[in-house]
C-alpha cells in the first residue's frame, strides 16, 4: 500500500492530530484482514532536522529507524508493517504502520490489576524483573527512550503462559548517547517521576534487573 492509502484508511482516533513541531500528529487504530490490529500513525509537516537532515526529515521514519535498531539490539518492541513520505501540494506526510503487541498490557493496567489485589506478589516481582532487564538491555547499548512513561513500557498480561516479557513502544524521540550511564539515567530520571505505582522495594527489584542486564556482555 502506499501513504495515501494508508492515509485514507478508516479506524479510530487513539490519538487525535495534534499541533506539534510545527506540525500534526495522530494515531488510528485499524482492524486489517492480513495483519491484524494495527496502529497506524499519520503526521504532516511533523519533521525534525540534525546535520545530515538540515532541512528536516518527518519523524515517522526516524522512528521506523530506531524500532529495527532497538529490536536488533534484543528488546521487544512493535513489529513495522509499512513505513513511507511522500511531498503533496508542497506539504510532507508520513505515515509508519505497527502491528499491537498482542497479548501485552501497559504499566498502568499492571497498576490497576495490582491494586485490585489480582496479581500475586510473585508475579508482581516477575514483572519488574521483566521490566529492569529490558531497558538494561535498551540502555546497555545506550539507547534512551526520552518520553519513558509507563503506558510506553508493555508487559505480557498476568494470565499469559510463561515467564514475563517486556516491550517498548513510542520511540519517535529515541536517540543514542555517548555513553550508557547517561542514556539510563535521564530515562530513570523520568520515569521515577511517572511510576508512581512503584514502591521502594519495586525500585529495588527493578534496578537489581536492571543493573545484572546493564553489565551483560
Excluded at 492515509?7 to 487525535?16: A, N
Excluded at 547517561?182 to 543493573?211: G, V, Y
Aim: charged share 30%.
Amino acid at each position: 500500500m502506499t501513504v495515501a492509502a494508508w492515509w485514507q484508511r478508516e479506524g479510530e482516533w487513539v490519538e487525535p492530530p495534534n499541533r506539534r513541531r510545527d506540525g500534526e500528529s495522530g494515531v488510528k487504530r485499524v482492524q486489517d484482514p492480513v495483519h491484524g490490529l494495527l496502529y497506524v500513525k499519520l503526521q504532516t509537516n511533523h519533521l525534525y532536522r540534525s546535520v545530515r537532515y538540515p532541512f528536516g526529515r518527518p519523524t515517522a521514519l526516524r522512528e521506523r529507524d530506531a524500532l529495527a535498531a532497538v529490536a536488533a539490539s534484543g528488546v521487544t518492541v512493535p513489529e513495522v508493517v509499512f513505513a513511507g513520505d511522500e511531498k503533496d501540494g508542497g506539504q510532507w506526510r508520513a505515515v509508519l504502520v505497527t502491528k499491537a503487541l498482542a497479548g501485552y498490557r501497559d504499566l498502568f493496567h499492571w497498576g490497576l490489576r495490582r491494586e485490585r489485589g489480582r496479581v500475586s506478589d510473585e508475579r508482581q516481582a516477575e514483572m519488574l524483573r521483566a521490566v529492569g532487564r529490558m531497558l538494561g538491555t535498551l540502555h546497555r547499548q545506550r539507547w534512551q527512550h526520552t518520553n519513558l512513561y509507563p503506558n510506553h513500557i508493555f508487559v505480557t498480561d498476568d494470565a499469559a503462559e510463561g515467564p514475563v516479557r517486556a516491550a517498548l513502544i513510542d520511540l519517535e524521540n529515541s536517540r543514542r548517547c555517548l555513553r550508557a550511564a547517561t542514556a539510563a539515567q535521564r530515562d530513570f530520571e523520568q520515569l521515577r517521576k511517572r511510576a508512581t505505582m512503584f514502591s521502594d522495594a519495586d525500585w529495588h527489584i527493578l534496578l537489581q534487573a536492571h543493573a545484572a542486564a546493564f553489565a551483560a556482555r
